[in-house]
């Protein structure tokens, strides 16, 4: 008999009670072993390994034990999941058809061990279905009851939680000022009512060390302790929670903590960021269409924000730089030393082009762009991560992606649920100095390139009677030389 290698799943929504010796988590597993044990005589082993969620919702697939299960499943090392409940997999139908694909992809069986069905036969599956309907109704019931709850607190004035505002600390659910801190917060309104604009008083802030608020979150991460950015300081300057107020749905409500500053402050610094507010013209939406914002990252793993100019005939030029480059970026330096730019149309067009051939039978530029997870910079190279869901077509599996990846690149590898394949492209632009002649172009353009320079180049020797193409304009403005040398 073929042994059947179990692995166990559980799952629970909150943190509430996993300090305990004995917790849910421990429950769900006990049952789950039991039943495993029960399955002896079938060739059923559990696997000593722990894929147990603590804290995260069932609505999503972004969990860590959830992740570890599925990759061990497509590393074939699991031949059965146990859950206690179907639910504790997933609370979402979607969700649960992707992974049930998964399961059936590797030949996996799953069970849950307090409600009885057989994923192999259509009633089975008819009855799991059933299941997760109402398993995700509960969630969205619970999540519209937990909403509702968040807004009658949020008009009582209550704090609910969220990213901790400079200038306060919580306890008990309720703000209380930090002095030093909001002595900090006076400052950065008061000194831009003086300034005028928020770019300089950012510099201001980084040349004299100050940072960002830095917390702790109920999960121990720790968070803030950054330079102040312009995003930051504009969402301080317009925070209604410095004048005592609790904001639900941009409506404003008297709060149970103590405000920093005064009105007449507020009102002041909201007119002046009203007067300096730039209308912005209607642009072109190649302008603004920039498929790989927040997938790209430069040499240096620093995230590439998208940034356009203008050139003659009103004529639009996207670029994708390093954060580094943008004004008040992390570094905050106005030289910008360090850092890459790329043309965005030319390696868009590098990309569309050579990783078209991996989508399925019907696919474009813009699946292509979908289906990138992130893209590295580096040195004569794109590393590309992609979804490999998305490049399966029908009746497909990884290896036909594979063997069509390596086409593009020998040494593309299949990781978890992604694809990863270099694709070779020109230097690129470093700062403030060009380390290549080019960016990412083809040959046919590196030609036209070429030609227009030369073009160019003859135009300015005419001007100075120079141009080997116009002898006779040279010869006019050749003056013989006298007995003494001058001339000429």
Request: contains cysteine.
């Amino acid at each position: 008999m073929k042994p059947l290698r179990c692995a166990i799943y559980t799952r629970k929504s909150t943190e509430e009670g996993l300090e305990q010796e004995f917790n849910s988590l421990d429950a769900q597993r006990a049952s789950c072993e039991a039943y495993v044990l029960s399955q002896a005589g079938e060739g059923w082993t559990l696997l000593p390994q722990h894929y147990d969620d603590g804290g995260w919702s069932g609505g999503n697939m972004e969990r860590p034990a959830l992740k570890s299960l599925l990759k061990a499943i497509s590393e074939g090392r699991i031949d059965v999941v146990v859950v206690y409940k179907v639910d504790r997999l997933t609370r979402s139908l979607m969700d649960f058809a992707r992974i049930v694909e998964t399961f059936d992809g590797h030949g996996v069986s799953f069970v849950s061990v307090t409600q009885a069905f057989n994923t192999t036969s259509s009633m089975g599956r008819l009855t799991l279905n059933v299941l997760l309907s109402f398993a995700q109704f509960e969630r969205e019931v619970t999540g519209e009851r937990i909403r509702d709850k968040i807004a009658a607190s949020k008009a009582r004035g209550i704090w609910m939680g969220g990213n901790l505002p400079l200038g306060y600390d919580v306890n008990d659910r309720k703000l209380f000022i930090v002095e030093e801190e909001a002595e900090l917060v006076r400052h950065i309104y008061s000194r831009y009512i003086e300034l005028g604009s928020v770019l300089p008083l950012v510099r201001e802030l980084d040349a004299s060390g100050k940072r960002t608020k830095r917390w702790t979150s109920s999960r121990g991460n720790v968070r803030g302790g950054y330079r102040f950015s312009c995003g930051a300081i504009y969402h301080i300057l317009s925070n209604r929670i410095y004048l005592g107020e609790i904001v639900h749905k941009g409506k404003a409500h008297k709060g149970e903590h103590q405000p920093i500053i005064s009105q007449e402050l507020f009102d002041a610094v909201a007119s002046s960021l009203a007067g300096n507010r730039v209308k912005r013209v209607k642009r072109n939406e190649k302008a603004t269409a920039s498929p790989l914002t927040g997938k790209l990252f430069d040499p240096d793993n620093l995230p590439m924000r998208p940034t356009f100019g203008h050139g003659r005939g009103k004529r639009i030029y996207r670029y994708y730089v390093s954060e580094t480059l943008l004004p008040a970026g992390r570094t905050a330096q106005s030289h910008n030393q360090k850092g890459t730019r790329l043309s965005a149309s030319r390696l868009e067009s590098v990309l569309g082009a050579s990783l078209l051939p991996l989508m399925p039978t019907g696919g474009d530029a813009e699946a292509v762009f979908k289906a990138i997870a992130r893209i590295r910079v580096k040195d004569t190279q794109l590393r590309v991560r992609l979804e490999l869901a998305a490049l399966l077509g029908e009746d497909e599996i990884d290896d036909d992606v594979l063997d069509r990846a390596r086409q593009i690149d020998p040494a593309a590898a299949i990781d978890g649920h992604h694809l990863i394949v270099s694709i070779a492209s020109s230097a690129v632009r470093r700062g403030s100095e060009l380390s290549a002649p080019d960016h990412l172009t083809s040959d046919t353009e590196r030609r036209r390139l070429l030609a227009d320079l030369i073009h160019k180049s003859h135009g300015q020797l005419k001007k100075l009677h120079a141009s080997p193409l116009y002898p006779e304009d040279n010869a006019h403005m050749t003056a013989p030389i006298n007995e003494w040398g001058e001339g000429g």
